[in-house]
């Protein structure tokens, strides 16, 4: 069973920081893509980032680039990704998910992956709040 497990939310002022972690188990291979998405009630769920193991594959979001870096480990069969956000901003603020397949991807189909939300596997949300 794959289970994904977000952590890291918080209550942080305008130009903050938080990281944001997730850690994978239950995969059986060493192929993984994970990615975060956000999502603020009445709104659709936006794509933030994604990472997959096939040639470090990353994607950013406009939004986000220049202010929230993705990174990832793999160690004995548990897959963990960090999303350091800094910079943050009150639109930042929403319901943070990660979520996972048992694949790599290029850095154009990792795009894809991210805008179709195609994921096999969902965490549960982590609330990222900034106050101004």
């Known amino acids: 069973e794959v289970q994904l497990q977000a952590s890291g939310g918080g209550l942080v002022q305008t130009g903050g920081s938080l990281r944001l972690s997730c850690v994978v188990s239950g995969f059986l291979f060493d192929d993984y893509t994970i990615g975060w998405y956000r999502q603020v009630p009445g709104k659709e769920r936006e794509g933030v980032s994604a990472i997959s193991s096939r040639d470090g594959s990353i994607y950013y979001a406009d939004v986000v680039k220049g202010r929230f870096t993705i990174t990832s480990t793999s160690d004995n069969g548990k897959k963990a990704v960090y999303l350091q956000m800094v910079n943050l901003k009150p639109e930042d603020s929403a319901v943070y998910y990660c979520?996972?397949?048992?694949?790599?991807?290029?850095?154009?189909?990792?795009?894809?992956?991210?805008?179709?939300?195609?994921?096999?596997?969902w965490g549960q949300g982590t609330l990222v709040t900034v106050s101004s």
């Open positions: 979520a996972a397949s048992e694949v790599q991807l290029s850095a154009w189909l990792l795009k894809q992956w991210v805008s179709s939300g195609a994921a096999r596997n």
